[in-house]
DNA sequence: AGGATACAGATGAGGCCACC
DNA sequence: GGTGGCCTCATCTGTATCCT
C-alpha cells in the first residue's frame, strides 16, 4: 500500500517546502479545486488562499503536475505500482464494466475475498448526481457516465447500502456515514449524457488536456489506492519531476 | 486496552428481461 | 426454450468507532 512507501510515511507532518506538497496539502487543493469550480473568476487566486503557503504559480504548477502525471499514467508510459494486497481496483475497474478481460483470478484454493476500498465523498456525491441522472436501478449508467471509477456493481452495492442507510430513518445514528450525504452541492459533473466530459475508457485521454472533472475522475481511482490518501494521493508515486 | 458493535464493500443466489 | 446481461437482496467479512 501507498502509505507504506518510506516516500510518503507520516508525510503529513512534513514541513511546507514550497516545491514540496505534503498530504494534507494535497488535501486541501483537493478540496479547494471541488469548491471553486473551473468557471469561477480568480479560480487559482481562491484555491491558493485555501493552502499556506503556496502561491497562485505554484498551485498552477501543481495542477499540471497532475495533469501530466495522469496522462503519463493513462498513456501506459508509466506503471502502476503494485501493492501487496492486489486488490489494485485500478485495474481492475473495467474489467467487468467493459467485458474486458484482464486474464484470470488467481487459482488458490481460496480465493481470498478483495478488501474493500472506501468510497470517496466526490465519489458518493457524483453517484448522487448519476442517481438523480439516470435513476436508481440504472447502476450500469451510472458507473459508464458518472462514477466512472466504480463497476456497476460497486454502485449497486453502494447503493444498496445508501439506501438501507435512507430507510432506516434517522434514528440515533452511532456513527456518521458517507451515506448520510444527500445532496451534490458543490461539486461539477456531467450534466447530461451528452454532454459527457468523461471520456469512455476505451478512448485515449492523453490526446487532449483533461478536465478537471476527467481528472478528478481518474484521481479517484487513484486514490482508490491510497486508502483515504485523498483524490490526489498519486502524486506521492514521485514519478513527477 | 480490549471487547462489542456499527458500518461498508464484496460476493453469491435468484429473478426478470431481451435477444437469438 | 436457451442464454446472457443486469438488477435486487441477503449474507459474509474486514475495518472503524464506541464503550467500559
Known sequence: MFHEDPRWTGS??????PNRWTREEDKLFEQALVE???????????????IPGKSIPDVVRHYQDLVHDVMVIDSG???????????????????????ISFGSKPKSAEPERKKGTP????????????????GKGDWRSISRNVVITRTPTQVASHAQKYYLRQG???????????????????????VTP??????????NPSQQMPTFQQLNSQQIHMNMNTNH????????FGFHK
Open 77 to 99: 508510459e508509466v506503471e502502476l505500482p503494485s501493492y501487496a494486497d492486489d486488490s489494485a481496483v485500478g485495474l481492475s475497474r473495467w474489467d467487468s464494466a467493459n467485458q
Open 194 to 203: 451528452d454532454q459527457k466530459c468523461i471520456p469512455p475508457p476505451h478512448v
Open 36 to 50: 471553486f469550480s473551473d468557471d469561477l473568476p480568480h479560480r487559482w487566486d481562491r484555491i491558493a488562499g485555501k
Open 168 to 190: 432506516s430513518g434517522k434514528k440515533e445514528r452511532k456513527r456518521s456515514s458517507i451515506h448520510d450525504i444527500t445532496s451534490v452541492d458543490s461539486i461539477s459533473v456531467p
Open 119 to 134: 468510497w470517496t465523498e466526490q465519489e458518493h456525491k457524483l453517484f448522487l448526481q448519476g442517481l438523480k441522472q439516470y
Open 229 to 236: 490518501g485523498g483524490p490526489f494521493g498519486y502524486q506521492n
Open 12 to 17: 503529513t507532518q512534513q514541513p511546507a517546502i
